[in-house]
């Protein structure tokens, strides 16, 4: 099980958060403008990096909200997290331990 | 290649068991090739047989990472059945069974297929009206599954308990066509047969680059043994299907993530059928070792580390638990995780791409074991033609763009 850092409520079991996907995909403005192409992107291509992954995760037993984190997925430690609105971290620092 | 018979197995164990050659050669690359399959799991090992038996390319090499079967083929837990809801995909995974009913025979390697029966439990008013829905569709396509009352359930497998627990059965699909085999089989065996029909079976090979031609069409690879020259390059690698497609610049609707699965210490054969249940989460065999197989879930979150979160699998051991107490005091010998390439309506793409000689066999996710006879049969067939078979025209990329979704996940099958 991970050990995730909610940037407001600080480390706590990943059984108390639900991960909600890659983060920073925004929807667009007006999906009546979008190509099919561009709509399917939007709703359906993923980066499924290997590697520094921005996702978002959603601290649903704790305080409620969501926010963001870098995570290594061919390690799964987390590098960072930050909140929703913010840029990752150009440095992804380690965790504090 | 050496044929086994039985008469082979008897004189060999009357000699000390001398005189038995490699399976398959140890391949070096060539410059080049006519195709080149990317993964050495049973699809594409299996797809390079199949290119060579019924198409006649016999100049084909299958690269392969680690060692072959070392992916999902080997870490599954060999559920076969074929009761999937939609049209296309009946089609689909009833093709594979009816591959696999032959397999044996056709690469002259056992790899046990075993019709023991799978039966699906339901354990609600849903779970029950979704069952039959799912039974009469089938029987509809053609497609063997029956519904069982819980005692019936009860009858076939003795150890489960329908009554007295958080979630009673209320009734089971049972596919009788449906089963298990032997995961290593069916790699060696494809891999024996691919190899005596010429394909280059090359291991410790990781492609690490997809070269493009002026056309923008797909000429070679780039690998850890040099480069390999080829006009037909097909991908079939699984929980690394993204990656090896970006090197390409093709992008896929995909995620993968962790799956796990544990096997208990051996005892007397008690357990005569799979049994899934997708609303408490856990599905069950015995292998032929005796071993109990347990299937667990995937975990939330993407990732590449081959191995899941311990909450998952004890999640999938309390309901085994519940549903068979009988097996509460068996030990767990080994847990292992795979990583599972999912799209999002949980069926598979074996398509053409936008690259002209690139082809793509992947999107399994959870399930693919089953379509492995199935999914190498049809990747051949359309690089051999440069054309999907009809059987998998439906299973494009472009199908989440035009919304044509073949969509199994909503449809509520379990995930295996
Ligand atoms: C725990 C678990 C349980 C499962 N249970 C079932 C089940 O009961 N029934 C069922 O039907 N399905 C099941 N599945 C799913 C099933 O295992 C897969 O869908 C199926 O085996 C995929 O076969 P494959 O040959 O495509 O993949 P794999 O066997 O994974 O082969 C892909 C190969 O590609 C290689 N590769 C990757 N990258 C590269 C590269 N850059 N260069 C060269 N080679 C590369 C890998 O090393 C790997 O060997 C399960 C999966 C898991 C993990
Ligand atoms: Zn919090």
Not at chain 1, 27 to 56: F, M, T
Not at chain 2, 39 to 60: S, W
Not at chain 2, 85 to 100: G, I, N, P
Not at chain 2, 110 to 122: D, E, I, K, P, Y
Request: aromatic share 8%; glycine share 10%; charged share 20%.
């Amino acid at each position: 099980m991970l050990l995730i850092n909610c940037p407001y409520c600080g480390e706590r079991p990943e059984l108390e958060f639900v991960h909600g996907g890659q983060a920073h995909i925004a929807r667009p403005g007006n999906p009546a403008e979008c190509s099919d192409q561009q709509w399917a992107e939007y709703l359906y291509r993923r980066d499924n990096i290997k590697g520094v992954h921005a996702e978002r995760w959603r601290h649903v037993h704790g305080c409620g909200r969501f926010f963001n984190a870098l995570r290594d997925t061919t390690s799964d430690q987390f590098l960072a997290t930050y909140k929703v609105g913010e840029q990752p971290p150009a440095q992804p620092r380690k965790a504090t331990a | 290649m050496q044929r086994f018979s039985g008469l082979s197995l008897i004189r060999r164990g009357l000699t000390g068991q001398r005189g038995w050659q490699p399976q398959w050669r140890q391949a070096e690359p060539k410059a080049a090739y006519d195709a080149i399959i990317v993964g050495g799991g049973g699809h594409g090992l299996g797809a390079a047989f199949y290119l060579a038996k019924e198409h006649g390319l016999t100049r084909v090499a299958v690269l392969e990472k680690g060692w072959i079967g070392g992916g999902n083929t080997g870490r599954n837990t060999t559920i076969i059945r074929s009761n999937y809801l939609f049209d296309e995909s009946a089609a689909l995974y009833d093709h594979s069974v009816q591959l696999w009913e032959s397999l044996s025979q056709v690469l002259n390697y056992n790899v046990m297929f075993s019709q023991r029966g799978v039966m699906m439990l339901a354990h609600t008013v849903h779970d029950v009206q979704v069952s039959q829905r799912h039974v009469h569709a089938n029987r509809a396509n053609g497609v063997d599954n029956e519904w069982l009352t819980p005692e019936e359930a009860r009858a076939r497998c003795p150890l489960l308990k329908i009554d007295d627990i958080r979630y009673p059965v209320l009734g089971a699909a049972f596919q009788r066509r449906g089963g298990t085999a032997r995961h290593d089989a069916v790699a060696w065996g494809f891999a024996r047969a691919a190899d005596a029909l010429g394909v280059d079976i090359i291991e410790n090979c990781e492609v690490l680059g997809i070269e493009r031609d002026a056309g923008g069409a797909a000429c070679a690879v780039n690998t850890t043994r040099g480069v390999i020259r080829a006009p037909k390059i097909g991908v079939s690698a699984a929980g690394h299907s993204s990656v090896i497609m970006r090197m390409a610049g093709v992008d896929l609707p995909i995620e993968s993530y962790p799956l796990q699965a544990l096997v208990s210490e051996p005892v007397k054969s008690i357990f005569p059928c799979v049994v899934m249940s997708n609303t408490i989460h856990a599905y069950i065999s015995q292998s032929d070792k005796g071993e109990m197989v347990i299937g667990a879930g995937t975990d939330a979150y993407t990732s590449y580390t081959q191995r899941g979160g311990l909450h998952i699998s004890r999640h999938a051991l309390e309901a085994i638990c519940e549903l068979f107490p009988t097996l509460r005091r068996l030990r767990m010998l080994r847990c292992w995780g795979g990583i599972v390439d999912v799209t999002p309506d949980r069926s598979p793409i074996i398509a053409k791409t936008p690259v002209p000689g690139l082809y793509v066999n992947c999107g399994w996710g959870t399930g693919g074991f089953k379509a492995t006879p199935g999914a190498a049969h049809l990747l051949a067939w359309t690089i051999a033609h440069d054309a999907p078979h009809p059987i998998n025209a439906p299973f494009t990329i472009e199908r989440f763009r035009d919304g044509n979704l073949i969509d199994e996940a909503a449809a509520a099958a379990v995930a295996h």
